[in-house]
C-alpha cells in the first residue's frame, strides 16, 4: 500500500494544497466550504502524519517551509495529471478518438477529401490525422488505423485499399508544347519530375518503372526531385515537367482535366495501400467503424 491513505490522507493533502496556494487557512476554508478552525487542524495533523513542519505561522498568516514548499509542487503536479487524465477519459466517453496515420500524400489527395462524408454520418467520432513518411518506426505512437503504401508481400497480410497502378502524367500545356508522348523513347527525353524515398518506403521511382515495363535502364538525371509527392504534383501540374501518378491518389485531377495521363504507358505492381490495425488488441467499436468506413471508400 502507498503512503496516501495509509499514512496520508488524500483529503489532507487536498487541504494542503489550497492552504499552500493561498497562504491562508481562511481563503482555503473559504473555497472547501469550511472552517479556518478545520483546514488548521487538518494541516496539523498532516505535519504530524509527516513528522515535518509544512508552514511557519507568522503574524496574520503562514507561510510555506522548505519542505512544505516542495511537498506543494509535488502535490500541485498530482493534482494536474489526475484533472487531465479525467478530462481526456470523459471526452473519450463522450467523443471517442480514432488517430489515423498515413503518409501526407494519402492524406491530402485521398483521406481529406472524403471525411467531411465521414464526419457528417459519425459526428460523435474524433478522428486525427497523423502524417508518416516512412523514415522513423512508428508502432510506439498511439495509433488505431496505419494506411500505408505496403510492398506486395505485406499487402498479402492486410486488408487493401488499391493496388499500385501508376502512369507518367502532365499538364495540357505540357502535351500541347511536347506532344504527341506515344512511346518510351520520347517520354525519356522530356524532363521528368522525380520523388525521392525514404527508408521504409516503397515509391516505384523512374529507373524501376523503366525496367519493370520495358526492361530498360533509365540513366538520365530528373530534372527536378522532391521529398513530397503533393509538391511534385504541383510541379507538374504548373507544367514543369512530367511526374508519375498513382491511381487512387491523383484521380481527381485527372477527371477534372488538371492532369493528363499517359494512358499507354500504365504500369501494375503487386504494391498498394493496405490497412493497418495499429493496436490490434486494443477493442472499440469507434475504431471499427472508422475500419469498415475506409475499406467501404475504396471500394
Given at each position: 500500500?502507498?503512503l496516501?491513505g495509509?499514512r496520508?490522507?488524500?483529503?489532507?493533502?487536498r487541504?494542503?494544497?489550497?492552504?499552500a496556494r493561498?497562504?491562508s487557512?481562511t481563503a482555503?476554508?473559504g473555497?472547501?466550504?469550511?472552517t479556518?478552525?478545520a483546514?488548521?487542524q487538518?494541516?496539523?495533523s498532516?505535519?504530524e502524519?509527516?513528522?515535518i513542519?509544512?508552514f511557519?505561522?507568522?503574524y496574520r498568516?503562514?507561510?510555506?517551509?522548505?519542505?512544505?514548499?516542495?511537498?506543494f509542487?509535488s502535490?500541485?503536479?498530482?493534482?494536474a495529471?489526475?484533472e487531465?487524465t479525467l478530462?481526456r477519459l470523459q471526452?473519450?466517453?463522450r467523443h471517442?478518438?480514432v488517430n489515423?496515420?498515413?503518409?501526407?500524400?494519402?492524406?491530402?489527395y485521398?483521406?481529406?477529401?472524403r471525411l467531411?462524408?465521414f464526419?457528417?454520418?459519425h459526428p460523435?467520432i474524433?478522428?486525427r490525422?497523423?502524417?508518416?513518411?516512412g523514415?522513423?518506426d512508428?508502432?510506439?505512437q498511439?495509433?488505431?488505423?496505419?494506411?500505408?503504401?505496403c510492398d506486395?508481400r505485406?499487402?498479402?497480410?492486410?486488408?487493401r485499399l488499391?493496388?499500385?497502378?501508376?502512369?507518367?502524367?502532365?499538364?495540357?500545356?505540357?502535351?500541347?508544347?511536347?506532344g504527341p508522348?506515344?512511346?518510351?523513347?520520347?517520354?525519356?527525353?522530356?524532363?521528368?519530375m522525380a520523388?525521392?524515398?525514404?527508408p521504409?518506403?516503397h515509391?516505384?521511382d523512374?529507373?524501376t518503372?523503366?525496367?519493370?515495363?520495358?526492361?530498360?535502364a533509365?540513366v538520365q538525371?530528373?530534372e527536378?526531385?522532391?521529398?513530397n509527392y503533393?509538391l511534385?504534383i504541383?510541379a507538374v501540374?504548373?507544367?514543369?515537367g512530367?511526374g508519375?501518378?498513382?491511381?487512387?491518389?491523383?484521380?481527381?485531377?485527372?477527371a477534372?482535366?488538371?492532369?493528363?495521363?499517359?494512358?499507354?504507358?500504365s504500369l501494375t505492381?503487386?504494391g498498394g495501400y493496405g490497412l493497418?490495425?495499429?493496436?490490434?488488441?486494443?477493442a472499440g467499436?469507434a475504431k471499427?467503424i472508422?475500419r469498415?468506413?475506409l475499406l467501404e471508400?475504396a471500394?
Amino acid at each position: 500500500m502507498s503512503l496516501i491513505g495509509r499514512r496520508v490522507s488524500p483529503h489532507g493533502l487536498r487541504v494542503f494544497e489550497a492552504a499552500a496556494r493561498h497562504l491562508s487557512f481562511t481563503a482555503a476554508a473559504g473555497e472547501l466550504h469550511s472552517t479556518q478552525s478545520a483546514v488548521s487542524q487538518q494541516v496539523r495533523s498532516l505535519e504530524e502524519q509527516l513528522g515535518i513542519p509544512l508552514f511557519e505561522r507568522i503574524y496574520r498568516g503562514v507561510r510555506l517551509t522548505e519542505a512544505g514548499q516542495a511537498l506543494f509542487v509535488s502535490v500541485q503536479e498530482g493534482f494536474a495529471t489526475i484533472e487531465r487524465t479525467l478530462d481526456r477519459l470523459q471526452r473519450q466517453h463522450r467523443h471517442p478518438q480514432v488517430n489515423i496515420l498515413t503518409d501526407f500524400s494519402f492524406a491530402a489527395y485521398w483521406l481529406l477529401p472524403r471525411l467531411p462524408k465521414f464526419r457528417r454520418r459519425h459526428p460523435d467520432i474524433d478522428v486525427r490525422i497523423m502524417t508518416h513518411q516512412g523514415g522513423r518506426d512508428w508502432h510506439d505512437q498511439e495509433v488505431d488505423v496505419a494506411l500505408l503504401f505496403c510492398d506486395a508481400r505485406t499487402l498479402s497480410g492486410v486488408p487493401r485499399l488499391f493496388g499500385e497502378a501508376v502512369l507518367p502524367v502532365c499538364s495540357p500545356a505540357f502535351l500541347d508544347q511536347y506532344g504527341p508522348i506515344d512511346s518510351l523513347a520520347k517520354l525519356v527525353e522530356l524532363p521528368l519530375m522525380a520523388l525521392l524515398s525514404e527508408p521504409g518506403q516503397h515509391w516505384l521511382d523512374w529507373s524501376t518503372y523503366f525496367r519493370e515495363l520495358a526492361g530498360v535502364a533509365y540513366v538520365q538525371s530528373a530534372e527536378l526531385t522532391f521529398n513530397n509527392y503533393t509538391l511534385l504534383i504541383q510541379a507538374v501540374i504548373a507544367g514543369q515537367g512530367i511526374g508519375l501518378g498513382w491511381r487512387g491518389l491523383i484521380d481527381d485531377q485527372l477527371a477534372s482535366g488538371v492532369l493528363v495521363g499517359l494512358e499507354g504507358m500504365s504500369l501494375t505492381t503487386g504494391g498498394g495501400y493496405g490497412l493497418i490495425d495499429g493496436r490490434a488488441g486494443a477493442a472499440g467499436s469507434a475504431k471499427q467503424i472508422v475500419r469498415d468506413w475506409l475499406l467501404e471508400e475504396a471500394r
